[in-house]
């Protein structure tokens, strides 16, 4: 017994040693996200120049057939939370930023939660939180004003609130399910494994009680999707479904999968010891929510436009249900003895897990630092030759934010749309023609009579733009820059021949 004492002890310590590690992690995310002053991504700034539109009356939802073309895909929380943030004049990335980690803080405390629900061991849920917290896509993804840690955190939120139903008892657990489920589908659509989770364990008590459940929330989100359709005369619904059908690409789920394969692996076997340990009735709601979050993300991860943080769910999953298989099969009780047995090298995994995951975070948040020094240096170049005002075609969205113009023409979308046959191009293209964008701002040299054409998740703008460019605009500058070696700025041949003819809530603010 002494010497399970000092096992527990030694492994306590380890426990504790890897929660530093990872809090260090996190605050280094955290500080590099709240200095860096460009965005971290591309999508992180769009966010904040629609909430900053949406600030200054310019409306969310635009027709796709009309100026701004720009979409806003995702539901209106974060972008309602951001704009209040740029109507009391602060930043509206850096809101999106704080409300991340604060989601992200959350989500694991969710976790442990959850965890000590089910589990015997008191370190079962300390390693279920300790994993999360050290898992670099989350934390990567924790630290950027997106909409995808604030979803999960309502996602989990509900699964914890319905589970705490099943284990203690208490209706206003399932109501609050509910209202969690629909936070969590209106702030990023993708997010609805935890509502089917949820629905099945229902069925499965209940049919009865779980057909209210079911006809109440969709209801409630039907009504949810009407009043907002209505409120922008059909634009919810454009730019938050019709808009999302992107295009697939197999080497982008080829990429998305060899990430999750380095990073997620160890929890991947973790969570499958849980097979062998006692058989239990039924299925457990972390693995259905782990099999609904997996669907989702190989559902949605090919579209042209992801990110990584479409495994967000996944791993969050993942994490709970690791946890559990270590509890499952009495992998504590067992180390703590000196157990020779295979339950006991599960420790390898673990400890492969958190120092791998670190190591990414931290390298992440260097890469981080050096992009952003970058973009400083870049954008100083740069604002000389787009102005501070005038009309602004950028495929980086990060000038028009920083130089406070809205968005006129988001082009990787844009361009998509129009191939698509979803967006009129004559506008834009009239604009091109007659010389009225001020400045174009494009990765590619459209002089170059030998260039190549740019990968699809390349931002650039359709064919015949590009041909309206070089017809129309001066031979342009090079900007030099991180992405794509640099910038190309395009001036109209003669400035004199401008005119400007733009509805009064789209002309930029200087």
């Known amino acids: ?74 539901g209106p929380l974060l972008y309602g939370v951001e704009g209040i943030a740029a109507w009391l004049g602060l930043s509206p990335m850096l ?32 390693a279920g939180a300790l994993l999360a917290a050290s898992t670099a896509n989350l934390v990567t993804w924790g630290s950027v004003g997106q909409s995808d840690m604030l979803a999960l955190m309502f996602s989990v939120a509900a699964l914890e609130r319905y589970c705490s139903y099943q284990v203690r008892g208490g209706r206003t657990a399932v109501a609050a399910s509910g209202v969690f489920v629909a936070a969590a589908i209106f702030t990023k659509q993708k997010f609805l494994a935890a509502g089917a989770t949820i629905c099945v364990l229902y069925l499965l008590e ?7 459940y079911i006809v109440g929330l969709g209801c409630a989100g039907i009504a949810i999707v009407a009043v907002l359709n209505w409120a922008t ?47 239990i009735r039924g299925l457990h709601p972390f693995a259905i929510y782990l099999g609904f979050s997996a669907v989702m993300f190989l559902a949605t991860a090919p579209k042209i436009g992801s990110d990584l943080n479409y495994q967000t769910e996944t791993v969050a999953a993942l994490s709970l249900c690791a946890a559990l298989a270590l509890d499952r099969v009495r992998f504590f009780p067992l180390l703590f003895v000196g157990d020779k047995g295979w339950v006991t ?38 604002t000389p030759l787009i102005g501070q005002s005038g009309r602004l075609l950028s495929v980086e969205i990060d000038p028009v934010l920083q130089t406070g113009r809205l968005i006129e023409v988001e082009p990787l ?98």
């Open 233 to 279: 005369s059909g634009g919810y619904w454009s730019n938050a479904v019709l808009a999302n059908l992107n295009p697939f690409s197999l080497a982008k789920l080829g990429n998305q999968l060899e990430y999750f394969g380095f990073t997620a692996s160890a929890l991947c076997l973790l969570a499958a010891a849980g097979l062998a340990g006692p058989k």
């Open 206 to 212: 209940s049919p009865k009680r779980a057909m209210r």
């Open 413 to 510: 979308i844009y361009t998509l749309l129009v191939n698509a046959g979803m967006s009129d191009p004559q506008p834009v293209l009239e604009d091109l023609r007659h010389r009225r964008f001020d400045r174009v701002v494009l990765y590619e040299d459209v002089f170059d009579g030998n260039r190549e054409p740019l990968d699809l998740e390349v931002p650039s703008l359709p064919v015949e733009h590009l041909q309206a460019i070089s017809q129309e605009y001066a031979l342009p500058q090079l900007v030099p820059g991180p992405l794509m070696g640099g910038v190309y700025v395009y001036a109209p041949k003669s400035a004199s021949e401008q005119s400007v003819h733009l509805p009064e809530k789209h002309k930029a603010n200087p």
């Open 345 to 382: 090298l599960l420790q390898i995994p673990l400890l492969f897990h958190m120092v791998l995951n670190c190591a990414v975070t931290g390298k992440v948040a260097i890469q981080r630092v050096v992009r952003d020094l970058d973009r400083r240096d870049k954008f100083t170049a740069l």
């Open 95 to 126: 809101a999106g930023r704080v409300i991340s980690l604060a989601a992200l803080a959350v989500l694991i405390a969710l976790v442990y939660r959850l965890l000590a629900l089910y589990c015997d061991s008191r370190y079962a849920p300390w």
């Open 1 to 74: 017994m002494a010497n399970s004492g000092k096992q527990e002890l030694v492994f306590r310590r380890i426990l504790i040693g890897f929660s530093v590690v990872a809090g260090i992690a996190f605050l280094l995310q955290a500080s590099t996200a709240l200095w860096t002053k460009h965005g971290i991504t591309e999508v992180e700034a769009i966010i904040a120049a629609q909430a900053t539109a949406l600030s200054r009356g310019s409306g969310l939802y635009y027709n796709l057939n009309e100026y701004p073309f720009t979409v806003s895909p995702y």
